[in-house]
T-cell receptor, first 113, second 118 residues
């Protein structure tokens, strides 16, 4: 089945450690996105990529990094510079320049101990 | 910059009744897309309904319909014959349109938590 796979589903990190969240899609979508979700905040954009080897910062990019070496993959690294990394992270993708519908993964819950 | 506002943090409705969730947005764009997404307790985001701003006719999807008022920048979601499975967070979202389709990212409201009571 086509879809978006995020891993791990749950992740625990000690303060000062970098962690990488995986996002893979087999939908042949051009664009991929990372959103952060906090209670009462809705979804906020971290980074997005419209084509391979190119990506743009979203509203809350500080303390995060991404890469887009393959069309199918868009990993997110939460660095030690991110002051409040405990959150739910959602990856999404869409065919660029279509009607705009985003398809979402099931999310990754990161907890900093 | 575009903003999306959902003024109802929580709502509840009795099973089989009708409920309307409110959403307003602010943009200087003339062409854009509006969406309602549902996030059940599983946290998987699911598209409920989509509206193209250039279409005057309100979108409908089975029990879900919207009331799109472009001049008022309002985009409410009506759920008819509410079911227990409709219990979820509902997010209103905006994406601007460019020639050939949409562009950029989806801008979300903060969500409305809907509880359907038996």
């Amino acid at each position: 089945d086509g879809g978006i796979t995020q891993s791990p589903k749950y992740l625990f990190r000690k303060e000062g450690q970098n962690v990488t969240l995986s996002c893979e899609q087999n939908l042949n979508h051009d664009a991929m996105y990372w959103y952060r979700q906090d209670p009462g905040q809705g979804l906020r954009l971290i980074y997005y990529s419209q084509i391979v080897n190119d990506f743009q910062k979203g509203d809350i990019a500080e303390g995060y990094s991404v890469s887009r070496e393959k069309k199918e993959s868009f990993p997110l690294t939460v660095t030690s510079a991110q002051k409040n990394p405990t959150a739910f992270y959602l990856c999404a993708s869409k065919v660029e320049r279509n009607t705009g519908e985003l398809f979402f993964g099931e999310g990754s819950r990161l907890t900093v101990l | 910059a575009q903003t999306v506002t959902q003024s109802q943090p929580e709502m509840s409705v009795q099973e089989a009744e009708t409920v309307t969730l409110s959403c307003t947005y602010d943009t200087s764009e003339n062409n854009y897309y509006l969406f309602w997404y549902k996030q059940p307790p599983s946290r998987q985001m699911i598209l409920v309904i989509r509206q193209e701003a250039y279409k005057q006719q309100n979108a409908t999807e089975n029990r879900f319909s919207v009331n799109f008022q472009k001049a008022a920048k309002s985009f409410s979601l009506k759920i008819s014959d509410s079911q227990l499975g409709d219990t979820a967070m509902y997010f209103c979202a905006f994406m601007k349109h460019v020639k050939g389709g949409s562009q950029g990212n989806l801008i979300f409201g903060k969500g409305t938590k809907l509880s359907v009571k038996p």
